[in-house]
């Protein structure tokens, strides 16, 4: 269960990351500006959607029904 849940913390973080770097080169932009609060939303929103379908596949139970 441990490692599932590392793996759901993890995998989601590193979504986050990759979807937000993906926001900008989508839009060609930078930090500068589009703002570091922006990247930051976007990467939290991305996390949370991947967190969720991970806990929910890997049946970590963090999210109880």
């Known amino acids: 269960m441990v490692a599932r849940r590392v793996i759901v913390w993890g995998a989601s973080a590193i979504f986050g990351v990759v979807s937000a770097a993906g ?3 989508a839009f060609h932009t930078t930090l500068d500006k ?3 609060v ?3 939303l976007v990467f939290g929103a991305f996390a ?3 967190f969720i379908w991970l806990d ?3 049946h970590t139970q963090y999210l109880r029904s």
Do not use: D, E, R
């Open 34 to 36: 589009f703002s570091v």
């Open 23 to 25: 926001v900008l080169l």
């Open 38 to 40: 922006n990247a930051f």
């Open 56 to 58: 929910w596949i890997l």
């Open 48 to 50: 949370a959607l991947a």
